[in-house]
């Protein structure tokens, strides 16, 4: 079972840009596929973009695409999601998501200011 810290989340302010990163450890990070989802407030919990445990295949909602990008660094059992163009629809409780099976990060806040 795979462990998820988030972390790199704070405040920009829009058309800025950062980078999550989510740190895994337990079983071996390459057997998992990685995604971000979000919860904005008052929100459901949406997804972001996730990318295969091969690297080859990469998914983005359709309000991030061409803004962020997800990508994995099996060495180092990280995945990271670099924001860039950031705008204030974007401010939300960022999660690292592994699976299948299931497994959460704790979130880390993005605020972006108009």
């Known amino acids: 079972q795979v462990q998820l810290v988030e972390s790199g989340g704070g405040l920009v302010q829009a058309g800025g840009s950062l980078r999550l990163s989510c740190a895994a450890s337990?079983?071996?990070?390459?057997?998992?596929?990685m995604g971000w989802f979000r919860r904005a407030p008052g929100k459901e919990r949406e997804f972001v973009a996730a990318?295969?445990?091969?690297?080859?295949?990469?998914y983005y909602a359709d309000s991030v695409k061409g803004r962020f990008t997800i990508s994995r660094d099996n060495a180092k059992n990280t995945v990271y999601l670099q924001m860039r163009d950031l705008k204030p629809e974007d401010t939300a409780v960022y999660y690292c998501?592994?699976?299948?099976?299931?497994?959460w990060g704790q979130g880390t806040q993005v605020t972006v200011s108009s």
């Open positions: 337990g079983r071996t990070f390459s057997n998992y596929a």
């Open positions: 998501h592994a699976g299948p099976p299931s497994t």
């Open positions: 990318i295969t445990w091969n690297h080859v295949v990469t």
